[in-house]
């Protein structure tokens, strides 16, 4: 019942800059952390940004001050603007919605819902 759907991946040279969206069914964003999570082959999936349930928003190291996560909760979308590319951003991104009780977290394992993923390519 629940979808989440990525869109807005690409190719860019570095520097570029990609605006991530995840549209969303059967989950109302307001109520759920919400994440972006990245992964490249052969690494571990790992958190990139995310928002509370309490609405406080959290960048990972990596990217801070080049990613912005932001939620518009009337259409229940959720967004990733990337700034200033690098190639080590090159990864699947994906989208995911928390479980119920959880308020704060980048552990993938508290995530229960999942989009399909939308490939980002940052070339030198």
């Known amino acids: 019942q629940v979808r989440l759907v990525e869109s807005g991946g690409g190719s860019v040279q570095a520097g570029g800059s990609l605006r991530l969206s995840c549209s969303a069914s059967g989950v109302t964003f307001s109520t759920r952390c919400m994440g972006w999570f990245r992964q490249a082959p052969g690494k571990e999936r790992e958190g990139v940004a995310r928002?509370?349930?309490?609405?406080?928003?959290s960048h990972a190291d990596s990217v801070k001050g080049r990613f912005t996560i932001s939620a518009d909760n009337t259409k229940n979308t959720l967004y990733l603007q990337m700034n200033s590319l690098k190639p080590e951003d090159t990864a699947m991104y994906y989208c995911?919605?928390?479980?119920?009780?959880?308020?704060?977290?980048?552990?993938?394992?508290?995530?229960?819902?999942w989009g399909q993923g939308t490939q980002v390519t940052v070339a030198s």
């Open positions: 995911a919605a928390g479980y119920e009780y959880v308020l704060s977290t980048f552990r993938p394992a508290d995530y229960l819902h």
């Open positions: 928002i509370d349930r309490d609405g406080t928003t």
